[in-house]
C-alpha cells in the first residue's frame, strides 16, 4: 500500500485565501521535504524537516514524528502558487518516497 | 544556469531497443537518484548511489541499470523498452546520505516508447 499519503488529491482556491495540504505516513518517517511541481514539469523545494515547523513568506509547513503526519499551510493564495505539491518521507536510510500529490489552482 | 543536466530532454524509442539516460550534477553533491514520473504513478523512487554505490532500489526489473562512471554522473540504462516504461525520468542529488539533506531535481527526460 502507500507508504505517503497526500490530501487533498486536488484544491482549488480564490487568490488571497488560505489552505493546508497534509500528508499520512505508514512509516516511521524521520525527515519530510515538501515541493512544488510548476505547470512547465519543474520540482523545486520549499522545505525540509525533520520533526518541528518551518516558516517562508506565505508557507509554512509543519513535521509531526509521533503522529506520522506533515502539512503545508498556504496563507494568501497567489495566482503562482499553482501547481502540483509534493511530500517526500526518508526513513530507516532509504531514500525519500512521495505521496500522488495535489494539485493546486489558484484562480483570481 | 541549471546545476543538474538532464540529456537529452525528449527521446522517442521504438519497443525492444535500448536508450541510456544522462544525469550529471554539478553541485558537489555525493549522492544521486534516479526517479520516474507517470500518470498511474507519480514520482516513483527507483535507485539512489552514494559515492557510486548502490544505496537503495526499488525497480524490479534488470532492464534498468544505473551506470556510475564518476560522482557526479548517474546515467540510467533501459534494455528492451516497452510502451509502458513511457513516463518523465528525473535525476535528483542531494549533499549527501541518509537524513538532513535536501533533494534537488534535474528538469527530467521525457521518454516516449512507441
Known amino acids: 500500500g502507500d507508504k505517503v499519503k497526500q490530501s487533498p488529491s486536488a484544491l482549488s482556491l480564490q487568490e488571497g485565501t488560505n489552505s493546508a495540504l497534509r500528508c499520512n505516513f505508514s512509516i516511521a518517517a524521520t525527515t519530510v521535504q515538501w515541493f512544488l511541481q510548476n505547470p512547465r514539469g519543474s520540482l523545486m523545494n520549499l522545505f525540509y524537516l525533520v520533526p518541528g515547523t518551518k516558516e517562508n513568506g506565505r508557507l509554512k509547513s509543519a513535521f509531526d514524528s509521533k503522529e506520522s503526519y506533515s502539512t503545508l499551510h498556504i496563507r494568501d493564495a497567489q495566482l503562482e502558487d499553482s501547481g502540483t505539491y509534493f511530500c517526500a518521507a526518508e526513513n530507516n536510510n532509504n531514500a525519500p518516497r512521495f505521496g500522488a500529490g495535489t494539485k493546486l489552482s489558484v484562480k483570481p | 544556469d541549471p546545476k543538474i543536466i538532464q540529456k537529452p530532454k525528449y527521446l522517442v524509442a521504438v519497443t525492444g531497443s535500448e536508450k541510456i539516460l544522462i544525469c550529471e550534477q554539478y553541485?558537489?553533491?555525493?549522492?544521486m537518484y534516479w526517479y520516474r514520473q507517470s500518470a498511474k504513478k507519480p514520482l516513483e523512487f527507483m535507485f539512489s548511489?552514494?559515492?557510486?554505490?548502490?544505496?537503495d532500489n526499488q525497480t524490479a526489473s534488470s532492464r534498468f541499470q544505473p551506470q556510475s562512471s564518476k560522482k557526479n554522473h548517474l546515467d540510467l540504462q533501459i534494455t528492451a523498452l516497452k510502451p509502458d516504461d513511457s513516463a518523465t525520468y528525473f535525476c535528483a542529488s542531494s549533499q549527501g546520505w541518509g537524513s538532513a539533506e535536501t533533494l534537488y531535481f534535474g528538469s527530467g527526460t521525457r521518454l516516449t516508447v512507441l
Open positions: 553541485l558537489g553533491h555525493n549522492a
Open positions: 548511489y552514494s559515492y557510486q554505490k548502490l544505496m
